[in-house]
């Protein structure tokens, strides 16, 4: 990682939720002690069991929270995307990270320290309903996820996997082609199956007109089939 030297990134481009909360002495205190850092693609930012030292938002690129498993198969938990906040958390809770987290492409991270963001929040109650809001939605997600990975077989997991990367990154120009292009490892993790079993399921979806490929990139064709299958699991 480095550190940004370029202006082009502000504090308030960067985490315009937060700093829309704060005042003007808040905002110096942050101001002060913020680092914004470049990560080079697949670069690690956080491994499992360290300490949590800051809260980090994305401010360019894309991010995975992911966990390793048995046999050294990794479990994607989510994908972050620009002006999320992430590696929080772990602090609250007061324990080391369950998680890591790496560059999924060349991205640029806020790093605050989050004895600050503790100092502020004690005495800026909106602030605190920002983080208790987050969390709560990050539970949500979270509870919904977890049932939908163990009860869903295969080609719903699959399906859904592809609906939650057009919701998080969008399409491409083209109105059809998704917005971020993942290794079949990747979206075998991000789905809860193996590879052998990514691959072919996507032939499937290739097969029934679903979607075409070419390379890492997924061009949606029938958009409403695809959300019936992640439906009926």
């Known amino acids: 990682m480095v550190a940004d ?4 990134v502000s504090l308030s481009e960067s985490i ?3 700093w829309n909360l704060l005042n003007t002495k808040e905002r110096d205190l ?14 690690v930012i956080y491994r499992e069991e360290e300490i949590p030292l800051d ?25 972050i995307r620009p002006t999320q906040y992430f590696g929080y958390r772990a602090f609250f809770a007061n324990e080391p990270y369950v998680t890591a987290a790496s560059a999924f492409e060349a ?19 909106k602030m605190g309903m920002f983080f208790i809001r987050e969390l709560s939605t990050d539970l949500g997600i979270a509870d919904e996820r977890v049932v939908n990975l163990t009860q869903k077989h295969i ?11 057009i919701e998080n990154y969008g399409l491409e120009e083209d109105g059809a082609t998704i917005s971020i292009y993942l290794s079949r490892e990747d979206l075998a ?6 590879t052998s079993n990514a691959i072919r399921t996507l032939s499937t979806f290739v097969d029934e007109h679903i979607i075409t490929l070419d390379g890492r990139k997924i061009k949606i064709i029938d958009e409403e089939k695809l959300r019936r299958i992640s439906k009926i699991g």
């Open 5 to 8: 030297s370029s202006n082009v």
């Open 16 to 18: 315009p939720e937060i």
């Open 30 to 43: 942050i101001s002060a002690n913020a680092r914004i850092l470049d990560f080079k693609k697949n670069e």
């Open 55 to 79: 809260l980090m938002c994305l401010c360019k690129g894309k991010v995975k929270i992911y966990k390793d498993g048995v046999g050294g198969r990794s479990q994607i938990i989510r994908m």
């Open 107 to 125: 991205s640029t991270i806020c790093f605050i320290p989050m004895q600050i963001i503790e100092s502020i929040v004690s005495s800026n109650s």
């Open 155 to 165: 080609r719903g997991r699959l399906a859904e996997s592809l609906i939650f990367l």
């Open 189 to 194: 993790n991000l789905s809860n199956m193996t």
